[in-house]
């Protein structure tokens, strides 16, 4: 079992900035992927961004330039930096972790945390 703590949610302004993190513990592998989806009301939940415990990294089009997503491997934890925020971004954020960022591959989802960006 592995457990996801999310933090940092909350409501800004449009142009501000908000950083996401994900803690996870339990039985974690050494080989994973962590990062975040979202989903905004009447939405599909979606790929945010995702990172490698080797690195490589995913983003959405809509949050590339804008967001950035990097992890600290020996707290097994994943950060979301989220600049220039535009109503759009507006969602509940969903932490994952499992063998890679496609929905298939992940196997366990934190309890979202929300954010809002207001005009």
């Known amino acids: 079992q592995v457990q996801l703590v999310e933090s940092g949610g909350g409501l800004v302004q449009a142009g501000g900035s908000l950083r996401l993190s994900c803690a996870a513990s339990?039985?974690?592998?050494?080989?994973?992927?962590m990062g975040w989806y979202r989903q905004a009301p009447g939405k599909q939940r979606g790929l945010v961004a995702g990172?490698?415990?080797?690195?490589?990294?995913a983003y959405a089009d809509s949050v590339k330039g804008r967001f950035t997503i990097s992890r600290d491997n020996a707290k097994n934890t994943v950060y979301l930096q989220m600049n220039s925020l535009k109503p759009e971004d507006t969602a509940v954020y969903f932490c994952?972790?499992?063998?890679?960022?496609?929905?298939?591959?992940?196997?366990?989802w934190g309890k979202g945390t929300l954010v809002t960006v207001s005009s």
């Open positions: 994952f972790y499992g063998s890679s960022w496609s929905k298939d591959g992940i196997d366990y």
């Open positions: 339990g039985s974690i592998f050494s080989i994973n992927a």
């Open positions: 990172i490698t415990s080797g690195g490589s990294t």
